[in-house]
């Protein structure tokens, strides 16, 4: 995407939220878009570079001078409208890749890891390379901040919870490794798999969510942690509830939880 269009939206819902936008920039895990808009998938690494860099740029100046490779060159143009906030928090998504984190940290930036297979305890030493290397590169703790996003589901029931999101998760996922050689279908007990104690899906009521949520902010030592629910198509009432549920019960929960420990 255009990273003066991007900055451009995300400043107009900054200011229909009172300043509550963030951006969480990522190359994504589809390349179909790239001829769609007429990019050369050899650029796949430098493009997102320099988009980025343009994104920043536009974050920090109203008034641009930038002379581009794989993107427009801009003299003296100013770029409206502008966020409430001072500056749109900028975070960088990846699935985990090391160089990904490496690059991440050497440029200061907050990163968000989508934990969304396995054990998410595989991430904790990326974790903390990301720290260490940030650090080592003269950037602030206080900037160096992590993310996590994961898939889940959340029902009064925990159990109905577990039954009801496997089918239109299978669905979502066995249809992208039709066309993913490292995806695989999902089977019902790789899916109890994610969804237990040591999975990476938080399915269940609000509490063993809540349960579950905060051990792996304790073990991966998170800042921030966003829950995508559902991944498939769900019941929109029951898609509203999840969210209700997670607004007031989850999340109330984890944080009086680390509230209480920092007392």
């Known amino acids: 995407m255009d990273p003066i269009r991007l900055f451009q939206q995300y400043a107009t819902i900054d200011a229909l ?87 991440i940290a050497q440029a200061g930036l907050p990163i968000v890891y ?58 979502v996922v066995d249809a992208i490794s039709k066309d993913r050689p490292h995806w695989q279908e999902l089977r019902y007990e790789q899916y109890l798999e994610q969804v237990g104690s040591n999975g990476a899906m938080f399915v269940g009521n609000p509490d063993q969510v809540a349960e579950k949520l905060i051990r792996m902010i304790e073990d991966l030592g998170l800042d921030r942690f966003m829950l995508h629910l559902p991944l498939g198509s769900m019941p929109h009432d029951q898609v509203l509830r999840a969210i209700e549920l997670f607004g007031t019960q989850v999340a109330p929960k984890v944080r009086a939880y680390f509230a209480m420990k920092e007392a």
Do not use: C
């Open 17 to 103: 939220s009172n300043g509550r936008a963030e951006i969480m920039a990522g190359r994504g895990s589809f390349t179909e878009s790239f001829p769609l808009f007429g990019y050369d998938l050899k650029d796949y690494d430098s493009l997102f570079d320099e988009k980025l860099d343009l994104l920043q740029l536009v974050n920090e100046k109203t008034k641009l001078d930038w002379q581009g490779r794989l993107t427009q060159t801009i003299a003296g143009k100013e770029v409206y409208p502008r966020p409430v906030q001072d500056k749109l928090p900028l975070w960088i998504a990846t699935g985990g890749h090391v160089e990904s984190t490496v690059k």
């Open 114 to 171: 989508a934990i969304i297979g396995g054990n998410p305890r595989y991430f904790k030493k990326l974790i903390q390379a990301y720290r260490e290397i940030g650090s080592e590169a003269g950037h602030a703790d206080k900037d160096l901040k992590v993310g996590a996003h994961s898939w889940g589901w959340i029902a009064e029931d925990g159990e109905q919870a577990v039954k009801d999101y496997f089918h239109p998760t299978k669905q």
